[in-house]
Each structure stands twice: as C-alpha cells, then as structure tokens.
C-alpha cells in the first residue's frame, strides 16, 4: 500500500527541486545583488512589530502606525518627494530593497501574525506567488494586509497592497518589471487627552480600561492611495564560453532527464500494451522493460578483423588497439565515462562586456486628510473656509506623481582578467507633478523637472578588495547645481582562521529639499518658503569579524541647512489635558547640525545558550533640530535547540530601551513627525524597557511562534511611551505562523 507516498504532478516520488534565488536591484541600472530568502526561523517572532525587529522606531502603538527610527544612520535617505508616504515604510517597499524570484518549482508562502480579538485586535496577513516559466523568465504576485483596530479609541489603522512582478534574465536580454498598488487609512486620534491615565492611574477616581480613555481627537482620517511601476532592461553585447553547472542547476537538470526518461518510458509500454491488444496476445507486465542478461561472449564467437597492433603507435588507422591489462581497459572507460559526465554538466556562459541601459520609474500619490470633529480652538490658523467640506469638516487633500527615465550605458568587469573594474555613464530626466488646494477652493498645480547626469566606478568580484563610488550631479531645473557623490570600499582580510572585513562607506549630498519642505496648503497648515540647498556629509566606517559574532560601525554626520517640521500648541495645565494653538511650520536650521554614532553589534553563544546586543549611542549637537537618544539597547536572550531532526525551537525573552530624551512630537493632521517647540513644557519619553517572553519554532517548511509582549507592564514609572501622549500596548498575547508550499 503506497497511499502515504506524496508524489509530484507527474505521478512520480521523485523529489521535487526546492531552490529559490532571490535577489535586489540597484534602481538607477537595476545590477543584481544576491539577497537571503526570507524563510528564517531567527527573529521571525518580531517581523510584525510596526516598532521594528529590534526595536528601534519610535511608533504610535498600533500595527501599521507611522513610525520614525531612533538610529539617525539607519532612517533612509532617499524617499522621494512625497514625504506623506515615509512614517509608512513598514508597508512601502524601496525598490532597492524589493526580493525578485528565481525558482525551481512553484513556491507559495502564507503568514499570518495576529493578536487580540474582533475590537482591538491586529492581524498582518500575507500571500505570495512565485513561479518560473523556464529558467529564465520568474515571475509573482504578493498580497499584504495589515488591520490594527487599535487597543485605544479612535486608532485603527489599515493597509492593502497589492504587488506583481517579472524578471527575464537572458544572456543579452534582461528585465525586471515591479508594479505595486497601496491603499492606506489610519484613523488619527491626536494623543491620550492625559499621560496620567497611563503613568498614574491612581490620580484618577475611576478605573479606565484602555479603549475607554479620552482622545484628543476623534473621527479624523488620513488616506494615502499610490500606485507605482518600475522597469529596467538591458541587452548585453559580449562573448561565449563554457562554464561548469552550478549544484543546484544540476539537480534540476537530473530532475528533468527522469522526468522525460519516465513519461518515455510511460509511452512505450502504453504502445506495447496497445499493440498486443491487436495481435491478441497477453501483455505481460513485470516481463516488459526487463533488459536479458548475458553471461559473457558465447564459446564459438568470433572475433572480426585484424589481429590487433601490438602497440599503439604501431597500429594504422584501419587496425584494432590492443588493450594490455584489465586496469588499462578500466582506465580507459573510466576517462571517457569522466569526460562523458563533465560535458553533460557543462553549460554555455554568456559574458557580457558591454550594456545599454534603461530605467523607468513612474510614481503616482494621493493624500487626504479629513476631520468630521474638531476641538474647538484647537488650530491657531484657519487659511480657507471653501472646498468640498464646509463648517468645521476638514478636507485637504495633495496629488504627486513622478516619471523619472534613466539612460545608461556600461562597460562591465571581469570579462576579461585586464578587467578589474565596471564603469558606467548615465543621464536622467524626472519630470514632477504637484497640486495643492487654493483659497477659493480650487486646485494649484506645480510642475518641476530636472535633468542630470553621472557615473559610476565600481569592483564586486573577487574576496579581497571590493569598493563603489557614484557621482551625480544636476545640470538644469529644479535640481540644478545639484550634487550627490557615495562611495564605500571594503577589504577582507584572512585573520585568525576567519575573514576581518574593514568597510569604509560615506556620501557628499547637496540636494535640494522635498517640495512639501517648500510648498504645503491645508486649511490649517500652509507655507511657501524659499529654501537653501541641504549639504549633507557623512562618514561611516565598520568592522565585522564573524568567528567572534562582533560588527562595531562609527559614523560621523554633518548636515547644513537641514530642512524639518517644528510643532507648538498651548498646554492650558500641567497634565496636558487640553491643546489648542497647534501649528506647525517647515523650518531650516541655520546653522550645521553635527550627528556622532557609535554602534555595536554583539553574539555570544555557549551551547545552546544565545545573547545577543545591539547597543548605540548617539550625540546630536542640536536635539532642537535633530533629537535623539543618547543610549538604545537590545538584548535577546534565548535557548535554540532542537527537539528532532526537523524540529528546532528558540526560547527566550528580549529587551528594547533607550534613554529618556525629547522625542519628535506627532502632527495628526499631516501625519508627520515633527520636533517639539513648546520650550520648557516639551515632553520626554523613554528610560522604560520593554520585555517580551517567546517560543520561536521551526519544522520542515512551516514557521510559527507565541509571545507575550510587555511582560513588565505596570513595573516602574510606567512611562511606555514612544511618542508624546501616544501609549504603547500592554500586555498582548501573540501568535504567527508562515507556511512555504512547494509543488
């Protein structure tokens, strides 16, 4: 009986090939680098967490909150124009960060990760697709789903995205096309009207249950719906030559050969079968296929032709070779079995020495903000009373799209051994849409374009040495006298029966600030302002040794003119239970910002026993500008071990602090976070760790794991906080699990 035995479409118990490549693309020339499949046990349990894997962004508490990073190195650099979509990077994918797919086999991967009930719960669902049509054309489709109902009134927040896309990798012809669609809605709620309901509860005469105490605001929306397309191509002018298979390209191709082996197979003995059926006859089952036997050369054969050469070298070429000897009869067929064996695995490689290069990028927003319920005088300017809502009803509202072309052309290394280096040429043109609302409630459209141009120097073969340097600078439009210049270079050096690598990366930006910096209209909100170029300089150097889990990263910031948003409001008591006055401006600091980061990273493991710390400090010369804290810690202490050959469980509890500092306050209307500018009554949070127990689990294709956040709650000064005003979760039980199916 074989039910049990789980067999392929074919019908056959052969094993499926598993692979899966991912990989990211460069955006500008879409150059692949090799990136790592995310079906890791490690961390999983903290994937969900808006607040980050390890908890370094500062959030509103809900799944899918606006969110800000503490680590001033990590928060990324280039996030477009339209800055309404950056407090949601927990959802916008950069495509530089974005995984295609190459696979074997068709892959489908499910995760769920949920807390909470139908009111106040969250659940972070998503769906993948990937699948091959051929080794060279992969393509997919994802679904992702974030509902955070909110554990505290008026918090919800929901995020659909929908993304498909399609790689071809061809010898001469290569393309990635990435299409992705974003519906947002995140229900805004301006803060608990009294941090004492959380710090001290006691004050209180009643008893308040996290969904029942009082909010700012309420029946206020934000919305963000985006649309985005991208694609690269390329042809490859170069050469042949021939190369050995890769391990897993050889599985596959074994995998194919039994596959056409066995339906041959199949056919033939249907046909046998067919015919006897004919000629009437029995078709004998176990007798077909079965190949006689012989024995050896019958006693009277004979042999045909000459009597062999006694030597090789003797013989002519109508005469037989002796073979001497058994072992050289062996020999012989060992070697043209050998050389038989190392063609079939043996693949034509295609090197290409030069490439033209195309990129589009095409970008597509729309953000609204509406409020039904006001506080009175909670606004210090009121700009326009026309529009689609009348009375206290807010409607602002901001379309943005972007079209960006890049032309490339490349002459790329290691084609040949005087090849140690690929450079590139590049121009760009981007063409940028805006509109804003006017006074008389129309509409005031913005068109900005810019053209630039650069190049790009650069070594990623071979171990030891390996180092990047693009130039671009701006030659006309908005962005003239323009200029960006990265660079990082990395040496890897053989120490102590591992590799030290030293990596050295920096970048000269002067760039000019986003266009909502310079121009924003809302009801209450409104600036048109002439803004300096941004000068921003870094240096950052990183050392990582991994026979000792240890990567220590000094990076030193300077930025001149930097361009942010500055929040104010009237705090009418002490407790802040009321706020009227609010406003807030984009300003430019007029003097250099200095930013110092000093980062360590450090493993330990004994048995099965694991500690794992990241600990930073930072120092801001301007906290007025730029705050934050001067210590963040993680810590994740944990048991890894396995129960059988497939089962493996990490058990443990971590830690996430940082020191009590004046965090970027959060505005609401705009869905920004801003700095405090409320002078003396500015908030600090922070000094309260955050401890969460989990049980991590592996087995075979499946993840899933269960936890208990903010196990600490209600210990200490109680101060969790991460944002002004805006409560962390208590305690929640969570769940996840993610399943991979391959078929």
Not at 54 to 77: A, V
Not at 465 to 486: K, M, P, Q, R
Not at 635 to 654: M, Q, R, T
Request: include cysteine; aromatic fraction near 14%; charged fraction near 25%.
């Amino acid at each position: 009986n074989n039910r049990n035995v789980r067999t392929d479409s074919l019908g056959s118990d052969k094993e499926i090939p598993k692979g899966l490549k991912v990989w990211t693309i460069d955006e500008r020339f879409g150059d692949r680098q090799e990136a790592q499949v995310d079906t890791l046990q490690h961390m999983y349990m903290n994937t969900p967490f808006t607040s980050g894997l390890r908890g370094e962004y500062n959030s509103l508490g809900n799944l899918g909150s606006p969110r800000i990073n503490r680590i001033f190195i990590d928060r990324r650099l280039d996030q477009g124009q339209f800055i309404f979509a950056q407090p949601f990077d927990c959802i916008n994918t950069p495509i530089s960060e974005f995984h295609f797919t190459n696979t074997y086999s068709p892959i489908t991967n499910v995760t769920l990760n949920s807390c909470g009930n139908r009111t106040n719960g969250e659940d972070d669902f998503k769906a993948m697709f990937a699948v091959n049509a051929g080794k060279r054309l992969g393509m997919g489709f994802r679904f992702d789903y974030k509902y955070g109902r909110g554990y505290y009134d008026s918090q919800s927040t929901s995020h659909f995205k929908y993304t498909m896309w399609g790689s071809y990798i061809g010898d001469r012809y290569q393309a990635h096309l990435l299409f992705s669609t974003l519906h947002q809605k995140a229900t805004e709620n301006g803060g608990i009207t009294n941090d004492d309901y959380i710090k001290h509860p006691e004050l209180s005469e009643d008893t308040y249950a996290e969904n029942e105490i009082p909010t700012v605001l309420q029946q206020n929306w934000n919305r963000n719906n985006s649309i985005h397309v991208f694609f690269n191509h390329r042809y490859n002018v170069g050469f042949n030559r021939k190369v050995r298979m890769t391990d897993e390209e050889i599985k596959a191709k074994k995998f194919a050969m039994a596959s056409k082996k066995e339906n041959a197979a199949e056919d033939a003995k249907e046909e046998a079968r067919k015919k006897a059926r004919q000629e009437g006859k029995k078709f004998d089952e176990d007798a077909f296929g079965k190949t006689p036997k012989f024995a050896g050369r019958p006693d009277d054969a004979k042999i045909a032709g000459d009597q062999p050469a006694a030597d090789k070298k003797d013989a002519k070429p109508t005469e037989r070779i002796a073979v001497n000897g058994k072992s050289a009869a062996d020999s012989i067929m060992a070697q043209e079995k050998k050389a038989a064996q190392d063609t079939a695995w043996m693949k034509n490689e295609y090197v290409p020495v030069t490439s033209f290069i195309h990129t589009l990028k095409f970008d597509n927003y729309s953000r609204t903000y509406i409020a039904y319920q006001t506080p009175a005088d909670y606004y210090l300017n009121e700009y326009y009373t026309a529009g689609k809502y009348e009375g206290d009803s807010i409607y602002d509202n901001t379309k943005h799209w972007e079209m960006k072309n890049t032309l490339a052309l490349a002459t790329l290394e290691g084609f040949s051994k005087w090849a140690k280096a690929g450079l590139k040429a590049f121009v760009s043109y981007d063409l940028r849409h805006f509109e804003l609302p006017d006074t008389e409630g129309g509409v005031m459209k913005y068109n900005e374009h810019s053209v630039s141009v650069g190049g790009q120097l650069s070594k990623r073969q071979g171990k030891l040495l390996h180092y990047n340097a693009v130039a671009e600078i701006g030659v006309a439009g908005e962005d003239a006298g323009t200029l960006a210049v990265d660079g990082d270079v990395d040496v890897n050096i053989p120490f102590l029966g591992d590799t030290l690598s030293v990596i050295g990366s920096g970048f000269f930006h002067r760039i000019t600030p986003s266009f909502y910096f310079r121009n924003y209209h809302g009801r209450h909100f409104w600036w048109e302002n002439d803004l300096d170029k941004i000068i921003h300089t870094r240096i950052m150097g990183t050392l990582k040794f991994a026979k000792t889990k240890t990567m220590l990263r000094v990076a030193v910031d300077e930025i001149k003119n930097y361009a942010y948003l500055s929040q104010s409001y009237n705090v009418t008591d002490n407790n802040q239970a009321a706020r009227t006055g609010v406003t807030v401006q984009a300003k430019q600091s007029g003097s250099p910002v200095n930013l110092l980061t000093v980062q360590l990273f450090q493993d330990v493991r004994w048995g099965i026993l694991n500690w794992e710390n990241v600990i930073t400090y930072q120092h801001s010369s301007k906290t007025d500008v730029i705050p934050v804290p001067a210590l963040n810690v993680y810590s994740n202490l944990y048991l890894k071990f396995p129960v059988v050959k497939v089962l493996n469980i990490d058990l443990g509890a971590d830690v996430r602090y940082f020191t009590s500092y004046e965090a970027p306050d959060y505005s609401p209307a705009l869905s920004q976070y801003t700095v405090q500018d409320n002078g003396d009554k500015n908030v600090k949070v922070g000094n309260y760790p955050i401890v969460n127990v989990y049980a991590n689990v592996h087995i075979k294709h499946t993840r899933f794991f269960v936890m208990m956040t903010h196990v600490n709650k209600g210990s200490g000064d109680k101060n969790y906080f991460f944002v002004p005003h805006y409560p962390l979760n208590g305690s929640v039980f969570r769940f996840g699990v993610s399943w991979n199916f391959f078929n």
